[in-house]
């Protein structure tokens, strides 16, 4: 037994990785999901955020007491309110209008300020307003999407975990937001399996999947070194929710859209491969979901006959 954290902080990362057996399409094709929703705040970002502001207390560009702000889809701005009020820093999130409404609740509860920028306008338009908040409060700006601690993390954290629970690993997938989970964790996969092909998950272009950006919509951010990826799956809303659904019915595991996201681009691989090991990130659990039409039951065979147009595979 590992002994009793000192606190909360204590317990971001070392998350489990759990194989998928029954959804493995044939014996040497094995699929291992890494239940990043079992970090404190209930996504992977707890690891970016405490590492960034450990990171900015040290070198002295966040001082004690000064106010932090970022833009976020959610999970970020959810656990910047979390572990950014622990450490004595008001906060402030930017977030488009389009998230759903449990995350700004989880915002709320958690003692953050919110400030909406219209939906069409997205997560570019919430990184400007926040920027505008920075220049005219003195506020500090977290930067997920251009800080390079959140690599860091994911090189130093979330890589070497999953080495060391499966040492082969041949397939990365993740969901791509910032870009840090996938170019974190695959550089460090590669360096010791060179073979490992990583995959990044996207949305297509206007298709909402929370935590996910399409990178078509002109915004790359600076996190993302797109010459770690092998290639790149677009997937289409129903898939996804009709994947986080196929990971509850036939493994019991409870990930959100973004893990559905991940499993139907896994399987899409999968169907491909005579042997390999498949590790997919699920980046949160469902319940911020269950207000969606996410857990109601859909023709789920008639998705996976293709008949939703969305999804492409880019190889290069
Ligand atoms: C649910 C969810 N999945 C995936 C991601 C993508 O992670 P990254 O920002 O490391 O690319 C995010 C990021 O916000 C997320 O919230």
């Known amino acids: 037994m590992p002994p009793a954290a000192s606190s ?80 004595g820093h008001p906060v402030t999130v930017c977030v488009p209008e389009s998230v759903y409404p449990e995350i700004e609740q989880l915002l709320t509860v958690y003692g953050a300020t919110i400030r909406r920028v219209p939906r069409q306008a997205g997560i570019k338009s919430a990184l400007e307003v926040a920027r505008e908040i ?12 251009g800080t390079p601690e959140n690599i860091a993390a994911h090189y130093e954290g979330t890589g070497p ?30 360096e010791k399996n060179p073979g490992c092909r990583v995959i990044g998950v996207e949305p297509r272009l206007g298709v909402h999947v929370q ?23 677009l997937v289409g809303n129903r898939h996804a929710f009709s994947h986080a659904r196929r990971a ?15 499993l139907h681009a896994a399987m899409r691989v999968a169907g491909r491969m005579e042997r390999g090991n498949l590790v997919l990130i699920f980046a949160d659990a469902g319940w911020k979901y269950l207000a969606t ?4 039951a859909e023709d789920d065979a008639s998705i996976d006959r293709g008949e939703d147009p969305l999804d492409d595979i880019l190889w290069w």
């Open 8 to 87: 909360i902080e204590g317990l971001v990362g070392n998350t489990p990785l759990v194989e998928l057996k029954q959804l493995s399409p044939r014996p040497g094709v094995r699929l291992f999901a890494k239940l990043e929703g079992q970090n404190p705040t209930g996504s992977i970002k707890d690891r970016i955020v405490v590492r960034i502001l450990a990171s900015a207390r040290r070198s002295g560009a966040l001082s004690p007491g000064q106010p932090i702000v970022e833009a976020s889809t959610g999970n970020t701005g959810v656990a910047l309110a979390m572990f950014g009020r622990r450490a």
């Open 134 to 145: 920075v220049a005219e409060t003195g506020a500090y700006l977290l930067n997920q999407f």
């Open 161 to 190: 975990e999953i080495l060391a629970d499966l040492p082969q690993v041949d397939v990365l997938l993740a969901g791509m937001g910032t870009g840090g989970t996938i170019t974190g964790a695959g550089r460090r996969i590669k």
């Open 211 to 233: 935590g996910l950006k399409s990178l078509e919509d002109g915004f790359i951010p600076p996190v993302l070194d797109e010459t770690v990826l092998d290639g790149k799956i």
């Open 248 to 262: 509850m019915l036939a493994e019991g595991l409870f990930g959100g859209i973004s893990s559905g996201a991940v």
């Open 293 to 296: 039409d996410l857990w109601a």
